[in-house]
């Protein structure tokens, strides 16, 4: 188990890290290469991207509960979505 508590990396390459159960509370990551990283049973509750590239990203069974994007919330967004694929 490793807790990375209130850590912060700037410039680092993470390419192909993988995050399994680890704590990055508070913890601020900049500028930084994390193609194909993976990340599994992580809360990111709180966390806040800007300016970063999800291209060909994947989320998989993740509670969606008060996120946004641009603010607007994903699950309306889900919910939209599912509703012009049903009909």
Sequence with gaps: NLAMKHASY????LH???FTDVNLYGS???HSGMQEASFSNMNLSGASY?????????F????WEG???DGIPVKDMIS?????QNS
């Design 10 to 13: 700037q410039a680092a390459d």
């Design 16 to 18: 192909g890290a993988v």
């Design 28 to 30: 601020k990551i900049k």
């Design 50 to 58: 800007q300016n970063c590239s999800l291209e060909s990203a994947q």
């Design 60 to 63: 998989n069974n993740c509670d």
């Design 67 to 69: 996120a946004t994007i």
């Design 80 to 84: 939209a979505y599912m509703e012009v």
